[in-house]
Every structure is written in structure tokens, then in C-alpha cells.
T-cell receptor, first 116, second 113 residues
Framework: NAGVTQTPKFQVLKTGQSMTLQCAQD?????MYWYRQDPGMGLRLIYY???????DKGEVPNGYNVSRLNKREFSLRLESAAPSQTSVYFC???????????????FGPGTRLTVL | GENVEQHPSTLSVQEGDSAVIKCTYS??????FPWYKQELGKRPQLIID?????GEKKDQRIAVTLNKTAKHFSLHITETQPEDSAVYFC????????????FGKGTHLIIQP
């Protein structure tokens, strides 16, 4: 099993450009998440998807959109990138309470994004 | 929403000594508390977790304790080794939903040789 995978690993954008971060998991988890990690701020939730077909805002959703393409894939889109979105982005997945599995969140390797 | 406070932000201990990292949470409905270890440039990895119906859990040199009344939980690492050097994050999750974890801001653990 690959676990949680993300692409790309690194990206440099100019202010105003758009891009999509891709995430996929092969653990049959219902729930998927996007976090951003900034120095001294820990990990903050951007959006999550409790199950296929649903998405909800997290703590810091402004400037982002998401798509839960199917059970395996959850993408994060920046429509008009800003320097404040320079960060490391982590995708994660977990079993939901109804799946009868441990909740624990499993993280992808991260995408290091720089917006100039 | 949930708020998780983590202390200290940096902890330096001698190799072989014990390390303790403490977290408090605000939402009494939270019922799951994982700890993650993140090495430089790597992803956070789950090292131990505890549910609210358990007061203590141990896995070799790592243990976690939970005090629901006081709403705090702690990570204990005994006989520390150089490979324990990393940033450790605590987190909390409210029961019944799949709305993600709330993380503490992290503790940079430094093991001095």
C-alpha cells in the first residue's frame, strides 16, 4: 500500500496564478483532509471531506477550493495564489467513526508551495 | 471550536533522561488524542494515541496519560535517544464527527548527547 500520496512535492507560483494540489489514498478511508503548516503555527485545517460527495470548511478556508473526486482522491485548488499562501500543504486521510477502524490520521508527504 | 495548547515549545534533555510534553484542550466533547512526530522535512507520523475511556497507554519507551477532568494529556518518553529528536504535536478530536484534528503548535525536542 502506498498510503497517502501527494503531487507535486514542490511548486513555485507567481501572485495571481492558479494551481491544483492532488491527493490520493489507498486505505479505503472515508474521510480526507487538507492542512497547511506554517512555522510556529502547527497544522491548521483548510477543508475536509467526511465522505465521498461532501466537503466542509475548516479553520482557514479562504482562498481555497476543494473537490472530492471519488473515495480515493481529494484535490485542493488555489484560484489566485497570494504570498500569504506560501506554506507546506499536507493531505491526510482517516477512517470515519462508522467504518469501525481507528480514527488515526495518516499524512501524505507534503507539498512545499512558494508564492512570489 | 476546539483549542489545544501545547507546552513547552522547546525541550532539551540529556540522552537517557526522560522528556514530558503537556497539552490542554478546551472541548469537553473531545474523545481522541493522538500524538505525532515530525522529523525535519518529513510528514507527521502517528506515534501513539489515546481515547477518552482510557487513562494511560504505553508503547515501549513512549506513554500517554489523559486527565479528562482537568482536560489535559501528556506524552512521556523515557530513556531518550538521539533519534527521538524531532517536533512533536499533540492533537484532539471531538467525537462523532469527521471534521479533522485540532493540533497544538508543537514541541521541538532536542536530545543532547
Amino acid at each position: 500500500n502506498a498510503g497517502v500520496t501527494q503531487t507535486p512535492k514542490f511548486q513555485v507560483l507567481k501572485t495571481g496564478q492558479s494551481m491544483t494540489l492532488q491527493c490520493a489514498q489507498d486505505m479505503n478511508h472515508n474521510s480526507m483532509y487538507w492542512y497547511r503548516q506554517d512555522p510556529g503555527m502547527g497544522l491548521r485545517l483548510i477543508y475536509y471531506s467526511a465522505s465521498e460527495g461532501t466537503t466542509d470548511k475548516g479553520e482557514v478556508p479562504n482562498g481555497y477550493n476543494v473537490s472530492r473526486l471519488n473515495k480515493r482522491e481529494f484535490s485542493l485548488r488555489l484560484e489566485s495564489a497570494a504570498p500569504s499562501q506560501t506554506s507546506v500543504y499536507f493531505c491526510a486521510s482517516s477512517a470515519s467513526p462508522g467504518q469501525g477502524l481507528l480514527y488515526a490520521g495518516y499524512f501524505g508527504p507534503g507539498t512545499r508551495l512558494t508564492v512570489l | 471550536g476546539e483549542n489545544v495548547e501545547q507546552h513547552p515549545s522547546t525541550l532539551s534533555v540529556q540522552e537517557g533522561d526522560s522528556a514530558v510534553i503537556k497539552c490542554t484542550y478546551s472541548d469537553s466533547a473531545s474523545n481522541y488524542f493522538p500524538w505525532y512526530k515530525q522529523e525535519l522535512g518529513k510528514r507527521p507520523q502517528l506515534i501513539i494515541d489515546i481515547r477518552s475511556n482510557v487513562g494511560e497507554k504505553k508503547d515501549q519507551r513512549i506513554a500517554v496519560t489523559l486527565n479528562k477532568t482537568a482536560k489535559h494529556f501528556s506524552l512521556h518518553i523515557t530513556e531518550t535517544q538521539p533519534e527521538d529528536s524531532a517536533v512533536y504535536f499533540c492533537a484532539a478530536h471531538s467525537g462523532g464527527g469527521a471534521d479533522g484534528l485540532t493540533f497544538g503548535k508543537g514541541t521541538h525536542l532536542i536530545i543532547q548527547p
